[in-house]
Structures are given as structure tokens and as C-alpha cells.
């Protein structure tokens, strides 16, 4: 068991780490491909498709239970009707922020057999060790601006001029619930950012950063709400994920690497951390955007959850992933303590950090 640490001190101090590692999305597998089961020396097939050994002696459920970020509704949604097709197995999803997703776990006494966030730290921090030994971090994102085409300065806005109008009196920008959803959090941490010196320059000076801040509202709770409420009129722009963005249909402004949170090196990993947003009792600090996955010890259907971790981070999971916006982690990387379902650690690398990011 590693030693407790309280739930402020371990968010703050990720970001005095910073990742640099997930940039080789492209790598090779280490392990088979493929939807097909298959099964280890150290484990048996029970009759209805379950396993005995390292993953768990109870057979497999016919149904099963998700609780992940709203942003990955769309790729999971995606991934559901072949994964039941494969398994003959009824997926059953809740879609929350990633903050009140892992609640309902460590807060709520409740129990899923997967837990998907878009900030793996929530896992490392929140539910280790009691409510889970092991994750994998199998996809990334980056921050964007949507708007409507007839939303103020929408017929000049563009990568080189958004924060002047954002910052414009007659603007009202949307974002998530920071105590509720990473997206929240990154939105503000975006905008942050862009006060903050790169490389000796930075987009604006802090009186626009205030003003933009000042424009900046919670209309919501997750992300995935965000665009109804821009649609209908009640926002100019919205700050999300930009596999969100990607497949709404309306406009978007792809933002600077140094404020979209997507770069994952050093270089920007201590740029980013510059970025701190306090929400909900807890000190969230900037790093690039890493979504993390595993199945709670309090999972009733465990070696379901081990089978859906292994479809997402193989070819089907990833295929997914890509159709709704979202960068997989090829492969992805699991944390070499605890104890990995040998189907998940077959198609993984394990690894006591991602970059000098602490796992």
C-alpha cells in the first residue's frame, strides 16, 4: 500500500511533474490484436464465458455497469454495440462529470465494474488504494472554442484573434462545473495560460485575461450539455473538449498548443502547471490532458470490466476513439503495482511513470 496521502495535497502536487512520454501515440502493441478472447495459462474458461484465475473465480455477468466522463459518451457509445455483440453481455452506462463520476465510488458507497475519466489523476488520487490497485491510460484530447455562426465577432474570429473577442462586453463563454468535471477546470486553466509567458511571449496581459474571466459562466454541469445551451442561444462560445467540438457541426477555433492542454512533453507539461484552478475543497494544477481507466475493487462483474479496458485499448476500443474526436494511446500504459487483469497487461506497457508524471 503506498502512503495516504490527503486528496488537495496529491492533486496540487501533480503538477509539479508534468508529463512527457504519452507523445508515442503511434507505437506498436505489446501483445495480440483483435477482438477475439483469449485466455492465459493462469486462466481457465468457465462455461459461460467467464474466467478463473488472476481475474477473479466468479463467472462473468450478463450485464454490466460504466460510470465515465461525458466526453467519452460518444466513444464508448460508439464501442457498446459490438462489445455486447462480442461478449453477449448488456453494457449499462452513466455519463457524469469525471469528478462526480469517481464520487459516486469513494463518496457514494455505489459500485461499477469501469470507471472512465478524462484525468487519470482522479483515479491515482481519489481511488487508489481503497477502491482500486491498478489503471491504464489509453487516450488524450485538447481544448477548443465552439460557437454559433451568428454568435458576436463570429464572422472574425479565428486562431489569432479569439481572446479579443472573448473579451468583448457583449460575450458570454460557457463551461463546465470545475468541483464536477476536468473540462471545467481545463477551461479556466486555458485561459490562464494565455497570460502566461511562453518562450517570452504570451497571447494577452492579465486585464484581458480578467475581462475574459469575467465573461466566463457555469451553465452546467458536464460539457456534453454545453452545446444545447449554445445552440439555443443561451451562450456565445463554449470552452470544451475538441472531440466534442469536432462532431457538433458547428464552428470551432483550435487554440494555441501552449493553452489547449494537448501537448504531452516536458516542455509544455511545465508551462502548463503555471495553470491552478481550486474547486470543490480540492487544488487542481494544469498538466496535458490524459484519460485513465479501470475496474473498482467493488466491481460485481469484474472480468466484464477487464474485457471492456481490453477492447478500449486495443483495435475495436481505438477505432472508436478516433470516429469521436479522441488521440489513443498506443499502446497504452498500465501501472506496473496492483493487480492488472492479464488480458489488459497483455495488450499494455507498464510503467511507474508516464514521462517524469508519476502513475
Given at each position: 500500500?503506498?502512503?495516504?496521502?490527503?486528496?488537495?495535497?496529491?492533486?496540487?502536487?501533480?503538477?509539479?511533474?508534468?508529463?512527457?512520454?504519452?507523445?508515442?501515440?503511434?507505437?506498436?502493441?505489446?501483445?495480440?490484436?483483435?477482438?477475439?478472447?483469449?485466455?492465459?495459462?493462469?486462466?481457465?474458461?468457465?462455461a459461460d464465458g467467464g474466467t478463473t484465475g488472476e481475474e477473479g473465480?466468479?463467472?462473468?455477468?450478463?450485464?454490466?455497469?460504466?460510470?465515465?466522463?461525458?466526453?467519452?459518451?460518444?466513444?464508448?457509445?460508439?464501442?457498446?454495440?459490438?462489445?455486447?455483440?462480442?461478449?453477449?453481455?448488456?453494457?449499462?452506462?452513466?455519463?457524469?462529470?469525471?469528478?462526480?463520476?469517481?464520487?459516486?465510488?469513494?463518496?457514494?458507497?455505489?459500485?461499477?465494474?469501469?470507471l472512465g475519466v478524462s484525468d487519470f489523476r482522479l483515479i491515482r488520487?481519489?481511488?487508489?488504494?481503497?477502491?482500486?490497485?491498478?489503471?491504464?491510460?489509453?487516450?488524450?484530447?485538447?481544448?477548443?472554442?465552439?460557437?454559433?455562426?451568428?454568435?458576436?465577432?463570429?464572422?472574425?474570429?479565428?486562431?489569432?484573434?479569439?481572446?479579443?473577442?472573448?473579451?468583448?462586453?457583449?460575450?458570454?463563454?460557457?463551461?463546465?462545473?470545475?468541483?464536477?468535471?476536468?473540462?471545467?477546470?481545463?477551461?479556466?486553466?486555458?485561459?490562464?495560460?494565455?497570460?502566461?509567458?511562453?518562450?517570452?511571449?504570451?497571447?494577452?496581459?492579465?486585464?484581458?485575461?480578467?475581462?475574459?474571466?469575467?465573461?466566463?459562466?457555469?451553465?452546467?454541469?458536464?460539457?456534453?450539455?454545453?452545446?444545447?445551451?449554445?445552440?439555443?442561444?443561451?451562450?456565445?462560445?463554449?470552452?470544451?473538449?475538441?472531440?466534442?467540438?469536432?462532431?457538433?457541426?458547428?464552428?470551432?477555433?483550435?487554440?494555441?498548443?501552449?493553452?489547449?492542454?494537448?501537448?504531452?512533453?516536458?516542455?509544455?507539461?511545465?508551462?502548463?502547471?503555471?495553470?491552478?484552478?481550486?474547486?470543490?475543497g480540492n487544488t487542481y494544477v494544469g498538466a496535458p490532458i490524459a484519460?485513465?481507466?479501470?475496474?473498482?475493487?467493488?466491481?460485481?462483474?469484474?472480468?466484464?470490466?477487464?474485457?471492456?479496458?481490453?477492447?478500449?485499448?486495443?483495435?475495436?476500443?481505438?477505432?472508436?476513439?478516433?470516429?469521436?474526436?479522441?488521440?489513443?494511446?498506443?499502446?497504452?500504459?498500465?501501472?506496473?503495482?496492483?493487480?492488472?487483469?492479464?488480458?489488459?497487461?497483455?495488450?499494455?506497457?507498464?510503467?511507474?511513470?508516464?514521462?517524469?508524471?508519476?502513475?
Amino acid at each position: 500500500m503506498r502512503e495516504q496521502r490527503s486528496r488537495r495535497d496529491l492533486l496540487k502536487a501533480t503538477g509539479a511533474l508534468g508529463i512527457a512520454g504519452l507523445a508515442g501515440c503511434t507505437g506498436g502493441e505489446s501483445g495480440g490484436q483483435g477482438t477475439t478472447e483469449t485466455t492465459t495459462d493462469a486462466e481457465e474458461t468457465t462455461a459461460d464465458g467467464g474466467t478463473t484465475g488472476e481475474e477473479g473465480t466468479t463467472p462473468s455477468s450478463d450485464s454490466m455497469t460504466i460510470f465515465h466522463a461525458g466526453s467519452l459518451a460518444p466513444p464508448f457509445g460508439a464501442a457498446e454495440q459490438g462489445f455486447e455483440d462480442e461478449y453477449g453481455v448488456d453494457v449499462q452506462r452513466e455519463a457524469k462529470g469525471s469528478v462526480a463520476s469517481t464520487k459516486k465510488i469513494t463518496t457514494q458507497g455505489r459500485s461499477a465494474d469501469v470507471l472512465g475519466v478524462s484525468d487519470f489523476r482522479l483515479i491515482r488520487d481519489m481511488l487508489l488504494d481503497e477502491y482500486g490497485s491498478w489503471y491504464a491510460v489509453f487516450a488524450t484530447n485538447a481544448m477548443s472554442l465552439q460557437y454559433r455562426e451568428d454568435s458576436p465577432g463570429a464572422d472574425e474570429i479565428g486562431p489569432d484573434n479569439w481572446w479579443e473577442v472573448l473579451s468583448r462586453d457583449d460575450v458570454t463563454i460557457g463551461h463546465s462545473d470545475p468541483a464536477v468535471d476536468p473540462g471545467g477546470y481545463r477551461a479556466v486553466m486555458s485561459m490562464q495560460l494565455g497570460k502566461e509567458k511562453m518562450d517570452g511571449q504570451r497571447l494577452y496581459d492579465q486585464q484581458t485575461y480578467q475581462q475574459i474571466r469575467d465573461n466566463m459562466t457555469v451553465p452546467t454541469g458536464t460539457e456534453t450539455k454545453l452545446e444545447g445551451q449554445l445552440k439555443s442561444g443561451k451562450l456565445d462560445y463554449a470552452l470544451y473538449y475538441r472531440s466534442i467540438a469536432s462532431q457538433s457541426g458547428l464552428p470551432y477555433v483550435d487554440l494555441q498548443p501552449h493553452v489547449d492542454l494537448s501537448k504531452l512533453n516536458q516542455k509544455y507539461a511545465s508551462h502548463y502547471e503555471k495553470a491552478e484552478v481550486e474547486a470543490g475543497g480540492n487544488t487542481y494544477v494544469g498538466a496535458p490532458i490524459a484519460y485513465g481507466i479501470t475496474v473498482p475493487s467493488v466491481a460485481e462483474a469484474p472480468v466484464r470490466g477487464a474485457q471492456w479496458v481490453e477492447y478500449m485499448t486495443t483495435e475495436p476500443g481505438r477505432k472508436a476513439l478516433k470516429s469521436k474526436g479522441l488521440i489513443p494511446k498506443e499502446p497504452a500504459v498500465v501501472t506496473e503495482d496492483g493487480d492488472v487483469p492479464d488480458r489488459v497487461a497483455r495488450h499494455a506497457e507498464a510503467k511507474t511513470s508516464v514521462g517524469p508524471l508519476e502513475l
